[in-house]
C-alpha cells in the first residue's frame, strides 16, 4: 500500500512539473511581446540564457554526458538543435508580425507532420482515424489562415508559422531518430547547438552588438531562465515518469494556455470561424496522437 502511495505521489509530483512547465511555454509569445527588440535577437537572448542555466544545473550535479560514446545518436541530437533553432526563429517572427495566437496555432501543426513523415521515416501505420485527425487539423488551417488574410494578416508572418511547424516536425523526427537520449543531456545539448546556430544568424544579419531597453531586461530573463532554463528542466525531468496517454493530453495545455493568455493579456482577437478553426487544429492533432501514436514534442 505504502509504495502504490509513494507512486501515485512521484506521478503527481512529475505531472505538475510537466503542466507547469506547459503553462511556462504557453507564455512565452506573452512574455516576447513585452520586448522591444527583433525576433531574432529575442530568440538569441533565449537559448544564451536557457542554456547558460542548464549547462550550470548539469556542471553542479556532476553528470557526464553520455550521448558522446554514440555517433549516429549525437549527430541526430546536433540536427534536431538546429531544427529547433529555425523552429524558434519562424515562430517568433511569426508571434511579431500574426500575433501569438495565430502564431502559436501555425506552430502546432508539427505534429501532423510528424504524424504525416512517419511511414516513410519510422516505418509506422497511419490508421483511418490518424487520416481523420489530419482533415480536421487541415480544415482548420484553412479556416484560420484564409479568414487572416482576409482581414490582411501578413503573409510572411503566416509562410513564418508554416515554416515554425516544419522546423518543429524536423526537431521531433531527429529526436526519435537519436533514440534512448537522456532528457536533461538532450534538452541541453539542443540548446547549445540552437545558441550557436542562433549566434551566427544574428552575427550575419545584424550583429550582435545589441542594445536592450532597460525596461526589457525583467522580461528577458523571465524569458531565458524560467520559461526556457527551468521550463526544459521540469519538462524533461518528468516526462519518463508519466504515461504517454497522459502527456499527449495535458500536452495541449500548452496551445490552449497561450491562445487563451494572448486574448487576455494582449487583447488579441479572433473571428468566431477561427475560434472554430483553432478547435480544429489542436482537437485534431491531439485525436492524432490519442489514437495509436506516441507523443513526441519540444517547446
Request: proline letters at 2%; glycine letters at 12%.
Amino acid at each position: 500500500m505504502r509504495g502504490a502511495c509513494a507512486i501515485l505521489l512521484r506521478m503527481s509530483k512529475a505531472f505538475l512539473k510537466y503542466l507547469a512547465s506547459l503553462l511556462l511555454f504557453g507564455t512565452n509569445g506573452i512574455v516576447a511581446a513585452h520586448i522591444a527588440l527583433s525576433s531574432q535577437e529575442i530568440v538569441w537572448f533565449r537559448t544564451l540564457l536557457g542554456s547558460a542555466l542548464l549547462v550550470g544545473i548539469f556542471v553542479l550535479t556532476r553528470r557526464k554526458l553520455t550521448c558522446l560514446a554514440n555517433r549516429r545518436q549525437f549527430a541526430f541530437l546536433v540536427l534536431s538543435g538546429v531544427a529547433m533553432a529555425g523552429g524558434w526563429l519562424f515562430v517568433y517572427e511569426a508571434y511579431q508580425r500574426i500575433g501569438v495566437s495565430l502564431g502559436t496555432l501555425l506552430y502546432y501543426c508539427g505534429p501532423v507532420l510528424v504524424m504525416a513523415l512517419s511511414p516513410a521515416l519510422f516505418g509506422e501505420r497511419i490508421t483511418v482515424s490518424k487520416l481523420v485527425g489530419f482533415a480536421v487539423v487541415f480544415a482548420g488551417l484553412v479556416l484560420v489562415n484564409g479568414l487572416a488574410l482576409q482581414e490582411g494578416a501578413d503573409v510572411w508572418g503566416i509562410l513564418c508559422g508554416i515554416g515554425a511547424a516544419v522546423t518543429y516536425a524536423a526537431m521531433v523526427c531527429f529526436n526519435k531518430l537519436a533514440g534512448g537520449a537522456d532528457g536533461f543531456e538532450n534538452s541541453m545539448i539542443q540548446l547549445v547547438v540552437a545558441l550557436a546556430v542562433v549566434t551566427a544568424f544574428v552575427g550575419l544579419t545584424c550583429g550582435l552588438d545589441v542594445r536592450v531597453p532597460a525596461g526589457a531586461w525583467p522580461y528577458i530573463l523571465v524569458l531565458g531562465l524560467l520559461n526556457t532554463g527551468v521550463g526544459c528542466y521540469w519538462y524533461f525531468s518528468s516526462l519518463d515518469k508519466l504515461r504517454a496517454q497522459t502527456v499527449a493530453v495535458a500536452g495541449y495545455a500548452e496551445p490552449l494556455s497561450a491562445v487563451v493568455f494572448s486574448a487576455v493579456l494582449l487583447g488579441e482577437r479572433m473571428l468566431p470561424l477561427q475560434i472554430l478553426g483553432a478547435a480544429c487544429i489542436i482537437g485534431g492533432a491531439a485525436f492524432s496522437e490519442l489514437s495509436g501514436g506516441k507523443p513526441s514534442k519540444e517547446s
